[in-house]
Nanobody, 123 residues
Framework: VQLQAFGGGLVQAGGSLRLSCAASGRTFSNNGMGWFRQGPGKEREFVATISWNSGSSSYGDSVKGRFTISRDNAKNTVYLQMNSLKPEDTAVYYC?????????????????WGQGTQVTVSS
């Protein structure tokens, strides 16, 4: 079972990036999915989560209104569209598959984790 996140990179403040997280080894169409991030010297922070059927989603306060999480169960892939990026968004971004079907903001609710993709926002 593997989750691979990609799409990170270097972008100027105000720019956009779209992260993708592709799953292999099993389907996650019945699992809630999430994105977290960890900046230098910081704890892992909740970014966004989406339920198995895209019926509900939730965002961290620092990204609300700028980031959008979505998923394509046919492709076993979850996305994070990041707009109006700020230097404080700089972090390694991780995707994760939950143990259950619904949304969760808690690290402990996620069983499978990807390797992370670096996002750097320059001022």
């Amino acid at each position: 079972v593997q989750l691979q996140a990609f799409g990170g990179g270097l972008v100027q403040a105000g720019g956009s990036l779209r992260l993708s997280c592709a799953a292999s080894g099993r389907t996650f169409s019945n699992n809630g999915m999430g994105w977290f991030r960890q900046g230098p010297g910081k704890e892992r922070e909740f970014v966004a989560t989406i339920s198995w059927n895209s019926g509900s989603s939730s965002y961290g306060d620092s990204v609300k209104g700028r980031f959008t999480i979505s998923r394509d169960n046919a492709k076993n892939t979850v996305y994070l569209q990041m707009n109006s990026l700020k230097p404080e968004d700089t972090a390694v971004y991780y995707c994760a598959a939950g143990s259950g079907s619904f949304t969760s903001r808690l690290v402990g609710s996620y069983r499978y984790w990807g390797q992370g993709t670096q996002v750097t926002v320059s001022s």
